[in-house]
């Protein structure tokens, strides 16, 4: 009788609770749930996340600069399959050429796109929003892409379906992502991790909101 017991009681000390399993399953990997803790601590970890938030936005930076660039390349790459495929791709030639120049134009296209947009929408807080809005549509076919909040990534037809010209791989503004990650990333949210070192969280948190606002407003 007392076996069974001691058993039952570690059984319930190592299932864990529901509420736990959902709180978990609404954060990122890197996501840590951390304790309510006294004023010292609460003072270190401050200073820690301003530490490691001066990191974060070098590495920001950096996906911003990449993105920007991988969108560029794209971009370029689309607009000249268009132009090439005027020659190649048009009611007398498409017989005989098959689009082989315009196809194998748009296809690189289509993939420094997808490589840029993932850098972009995987970093400056974006990851989450990003992420379920993926997987609520796989989840829901009903949710159409255009119903979230960027226009980005855009579905390979944008790149590959007929037409003689593709507008939406050139519709966004260039250079706004690299100019509103070199502002945030060069100069607001470091701003605010510093002064998130000098413990004053609320400040840093709502200066932080505001650089990454300017990234995401960014994003097409």
Same mark, same amino acid.
């Given at each position: ?37 006294? #004023?010292? @601590?609460?003072?270190?970890? $401050? ?8 990191? *974060?936005? %070098?590495? &920001? ?79 829901? #076919?009903? @949710?159409?892409?255009?119903? $979230? ?8 037809? *944008?790149? %590959?379906? &007929? ?58």
């Amino acid at each position: 009788m007392r076996r069974a017991l001691t058993a039952a009681l570690l059984l319930l000390l190592l299932v864990p609770r529901p509420d736990a399993d959902a709180r978990a399953a609404e954060r990122l990997d890197w996501d840590v749930e951390e304790q309510e803790a006294g #004023p010292v @601590v609460s003072v270190l970890r $401050s200073q820690r996340d301003g530490v490691i938030g001066l990191v *974060d936005n %070098v590495m &920001d930076l950096q996906q911003g600069i990449f993105a920007e660039g991988a969108l560029l390349i794209s971009s370029a790459l689309m607009l000249a399959s268009d132009a090439v495929g005027l020659v190649d791709d048009n009611p007398v030639t498409q017989h005989v050429t098959r689009a082989v120049a315009s196809k194998s134009l748009a296809k690189p296209a289509y993939l420094f796109h997808v490589v840029g947009a993932e850098a972009i929408l995987g970093s400056h807080g974006l990851e989450t929003e990003s992420y379920l809005e993926d997987s609520l549509a796989q989840l829901n #076919p009903l @949710v159409e892409p255009e119903e $979230s909040g960027h226009m980005l990534p855009l579905h390979p037809l *944008d790149f %590959v379906g &007929d037409a003689y010209f593709h507008p939406r791989p050139q519709a966004r503004i260039p250079g706004a992502i690299l100019l509103s990650a070199v502002v945030a990333d060069g100069l607001i949210r470091p701003f605010g991790n510093v002064v998130r070192i000098f413990g004053f969280a609320g400040t840093a948190d709502r200066i932080e909101r505001f650089g990454c606002g300017l990234v995401r407003r960014a994003v097409p």
